[in-house]
């Protein structure tokens, strides 16, 4: 089941005394938070409060964050480390393009055999490269997504990979 609400990012600290929320964003890019214009925030008892952005910039790898009914620097650091959260349908996502948190628990297999390699368990952005790490037969296996390993990915078929000998301890897969 996809879910609703995606990480977007996590509060640091306060910038400046209006309220101001200083956040690492968990997006693409910091653009991508920056343009929101509603956020949540998760509660104790497992629902989602919505908070109206007031404003929103880019500050180097930072979005800078004004909220609804935060408006004082107290209780922005009263806020850091807590996670915001965007609406699914509130994020724009191109042609082809998937959510990292639909890729969790999508299946894998081998591009030549159509043999099961297990599924995705964590995708991880690593320097300028993108890490698939795989559940496979008890342990967890990392690919970089290169187009020499990664030859397909969809939700409907999952991840068809060409993993290099001895990848996954299995010459025959």
């Known amino acids: 089941m996809k879910k609703t609400y995606l990480e977007g990012g996590k509060i640091c600290t306060a910038h400046g005394v209006k309220g101001i929320l ?11 938070l920056s343009c929101a214009k509603r956020v949540f925030f998760l509660e104790r008892d497992g629902s989602y409060s919505e908070h109206k952005v007031i404003s929103a910039s880019v500050s180097g790898a930072f979005v800078l964050m004004g909220i609804e009914g935060v408006d004082s620097r107290e209780a922005a650091i009263a806020m850091r480390g807590k996670m915001l959260y965007l609406h699914r349908d509130d994020v724009p996502l191109s042609d082809g393009a998937m959510f990292i948190a639909d890729m969790i628990g999508l299946p894998v297999f ?14 991880s952005d690593i320097g300028a490269r993108r890490i698939y790490t795989v559940k496979y037969d008890g342990r967890e296996v990392m690919i970089p ?5 990664i030859k397909e990915i ?18 025959e897969v």
């Open 110 to 123: 081998h591009y030549e055999s159509g043999a099961p390699l297990g599924e995705i368990c964590d995708v």
């Open 145 to 149: 997504d290169v187009p020499q390993f």
């Open 22 to 32: 200083k956040i690492e964003h968990l997006c693409d890019s910091p653009k991508v």
């Open 154 to 171: 969809s939700e409907a078929e999952g991840m068809k990979v060409l993993p290099i000998p001895g990848l996954f301890d299995n010459d």
